[in-house]
């Protein structure tokens, strides 16, 4: 029990340079102790951080400065911002700093992926998304007049929010000015990014902590070997060779987490010395340092990465397991896979609603997400996840021939070479963003390009459609297909007849 308060508490310590340990056992005990923490009332740890390693030193560093910025009278919210290169580590200390800190505020959230989300999701639905992470529902009124009315929702509670890979101006507009201009002025802003302009363009940034890959060689040490065998140190045998693709990760925390996961369970010293000469050969190149990951997945096993690299990420648990069984036969264990190939991560969110019970969502690093996305555009041809990507797809009639994946919104226009495609036969995932205002839903329902070209497709494949918010009555005929296993129509028009 803690000293301070009456509530319960747990307190594990794993140390790391003596023990070891079955990697799927630690993370079920792990995960056993969040869920029993997310049954309470508070907010929980929204994520677990596996192998913490050389972490606590560096954000001590950066959480200290916030307080000590804290107790300082201040007119409004104080904006931090954490710089690094992709892979260094960005992400994980600003979750370590929120897990640690947002019992201060009276709301809080983490607004994770920011550069993808205003992508995929768009302004105001990412809007939505943290201010319902702060106040878990949104009401009617605030629903229908949401540019006018969103600020004052939210106006004078003291919050955390992190915004994680900010990477525009576009987002600081959209996202970071409002929110300065409307929190309570004990307010915490976060911000990662890649930029250091982004970061200065900012409301009078207190800080900017740069973060750049392990200085001090044993942290780069005991991560490697904790993902390369699960104890602190290596064999006799690949102690040299160990030493040498250490080097080669020049520090960076995720390469070193990558191809530790890569040489798990391979105790062949020559297989170790190919993939190290792989690394020496494109140490200057992280998607090609990280590409050896994929090495040794089956053929089914690399197609769901690929698939979740361009569609799934953001999804919940459950969902991509639905979709990978429908188009593999396999799901959860295809998830297992990648999982502990560091290639995906599958974090504990706190939804939103009325029970607010966790969920758990498909995550992806962004450099393991564009290197996925890279070799479908270069090599297979065969997913679109933006509307560029699409439009060049379908204007070539062999790769439309053998299209696997496709997200585009409904105003999409098709080019020319498209209009006359009357089957799609090999795609299995279609998602669907809808882009009208849903109060027109009635005069815009005949009207969408989108729709007009899918009456006449046939796609006899299809095992995953996403049309939010669709705004006509029948879906048509040639998306519905028998082989359908995931149906997400959420807020449409569609009755069932």
């Known amino acids: 029990m803690s000293k301070s308060t009456s509530k319960s508490c747990f307190k594990i310590e794993v140390n790391s340079e003596n023990s070891e340990f079955n990697k799927t056992e630690f993370k079920t005990m792990v995960n056993k102790v969040v869920e029993t ?34 107790q300082e009278r201040d007119t409004s919210p104080q904006c931090f911002g954490i710089w690094g290169m992709g892979g260094a580590g960005k992400t994980t200390i600003a979750r370590s700093i929120y897990n640690g800190m947002h019992m201060h505020f009276d709301k809080s959230h983490f607004c994770s992926n920011t550069r993808a989300d205003f992508v995929k999701k768009g302004v105001v639905d990412m809007q939505k998304d943290i201010v319902r992470g702060m106040l878990g529902k949104l009401n009617k009124e605030t629903e229908m007049d949401w540019e006018k009315k969103w600020k004052a929702a939210i106006k004078g509670i003291n919050a955390l929010i992190v915004l994680d890979d900010v990477d525009s101006k576009q987002h600081l507009e959209a996202l970071h000015h409002p929110l300065c201009s409307s929190l309570g002025p004990k307010s915490v802003l976060i911000m990662t990014s890649r930029d250091r302009g982004v970061l200065l363009e900012c409301t009078q940034p207190k800080d900017i902590f740069r973060i750049q890959g392990f200085d001090n060689r044993k942290h780069s040490e005991r991560l490697f070997y904790w993902h390369a065998f699960l104890k602190a140190e290596p064999p006799a045998h690949l102690l040299q060779v160990s030493s040498r693709i250490i080097d080669a990760c020049q520090g960076l925390p995720l390469s070193l987490k990558v191809m530790g996961a890569h040489l798990y369970g391979h105790n062949d010293e020559s297989y170790w010395n190919e993939s190290l000469l792989w690394l020496q050969q494109n140490e200057t190149d992280i998607f090609k340092q990280l590409r050896i990951s994929l090495n040794g997945l089956e053929p089914k096993q690399m197609e769901a990465f690929l698939d979740i690299c361009c569609f799934l990420i953001g999804e919940e648990e459950g969902t991509a397991c639905s979709v990978l069984q429908g188009c593999y036969g396999l799901g959860r264990t295809y998830l297992e896979v990648l999982t502990n190939r560091c290639l995906i991560s599958i ?151």
């Open 37 to 70: 923490f997310s049954k309470g009332d508070e907010k929980t740890n929204q994520e677990v951080i596996e192998f913490p390693v050389g972490l606590e030193q560096r954000v001590d560093v950066i959480k200290s400065r916030i307080l000590v910025d804290m």
């Open 347 to 497: 974090a504990e969110h706190e939804s939103v609603g009325r029970f607010r019970q966790p969920t758990r969502i498909i995550e992806v690093h962004d450099h393991i997400r564009d290197m996925g996305r890279c070799i479908v555009q270069e090599e297979k041809r065969d997913r679109a996840w933006d509307e560029v990507t699409a439009e060049n797809i379908l204007k070539d009639e062999k790769a439309r021939s053998t299209l696997r994946g496709l997200s585009i919104s409904s105003d999409f226009s098709f080019p020319k070479e498209a209009t006359k495609c009357g089957s799609l036969p090999h795609l299995k995932i279609l998602v669907v963003k809808q882009v009208y205002d849903l109060q027109w839903k009635g005069i815009w329902a005949a009207m969408f390009p989108t729709k007009n070209f899918l009456e006449k497709v046939r796609c006899e494949e299809l095992r995953w459609l996403k049309w939010r918010d669709a705004p006509f009555q029948d879906v048509p005929v040639g998306i519905c297909p028998k082989s359908l296993r995931v149906l997400d129509l959420v807020g449409s028009e569609i009755r069932c007849r």
